[in-house]
């Protein structure tokens, strides 16, 4: 099984920067399909970006192309989110997930969630 950890949360101005990092438990992390997901209050959980195990290939949403990058270093058992030119509708709980290669995009193609951080962007 894989442990997730999530940290680098906070609150931010609109238009700042904040990174993200979510570390694992052992080195087989680097086998796994790994993305970031974020929930706001009374909406669904959404997808936000991915990355492929080798960190050959990387996905994102619409909402946060050109803004957010994901990256990973199989050294440290860690995943990172850049978040720049943060919106206030950016605000919500960010979660990382592990997934054994069955999609990229969507809740149910990942095993394993972190705790989650929250992110505040302030006007």
């Known amino acids: 099984q894989v442990q997730l950890v999530e940290s680098g949360g906070g609150l931010v101005q609109a238009g700042g920067s904040l990174r993200l990092s979510c570390t694992a438990s052992?080195?087989?992390?680097?086998?796994?399909?790994m993305g970031w997901f974020r929930q706001a209050p009374g909406k669904e959980r959404e997808f936000v970006a991915s990355?492929?195990?080798?960190?050959?290939?990387?996905y994102y949403a619409d909402s946060v192309k050109g803004r957010f990058t994901i990256s990973k270093d199989n050294a440290k058992n860690t995943v990172y989110l850049q978040m720049n030119s943060l919106k206030p509708e950016d605000t919500a709980v960010y979660y990382c997930?592990?997934?054994?290669?069955?999609?990229?995009?969507?809740?149910?193609?990942?095993?394993?969630w972190g705790q989650g951080t929250q992110v505040t962007v302030s006007s």
């Open positions: 997930a592990a997934g054994r290669n069955r999609g990229w995009a969507r809740p149910n193609d990942y095993d394993y």
């Open positions: 052992r080195r087989t992390f680097s086998s796994y399909v």
């Open positions: 990355i492929s195990w080798n960190g050959g290939s990387t």
